[in-house]
């Protein structure tokens, strides 16, 4: 018993494919968005290390004073 596959009249057709195209346009943002989340966290991240690069240095010069 196998069901064969129908296809859909035009207008469900439009209606899907419409559906599909705003779909891909969400992720497609919804992609960016995390890529500007990554890069913030990087930038953040970076700060960071920055920041304890800048502690051990000025405790290393203090130590040698």
């Known amino acids: 018993m196998t069901k ?5 009249d035009e207008e469900t057709r439009k209606r899907l494919s419409k559906n599909l195209r ?3 346009l969400e ?3 919804f992609g960016l968005q995390l890529e500007e989340i990554e890069a913030g966290l990087e ?3 970076r700060e960071q290390k920055r920041n304890r690069l800048e502690k051990v240095r000025q405790n290393m010069h203090e130590i040698s004073n």
């Open 27 to 29: 992720l497609q943002e």
């Open 4 to 8: 064969e596959a129908r296809i859909p």
């Open 22 to 24: 705003k779909s891909i």
């Open 43 to 45: 930038k953040h991240i």
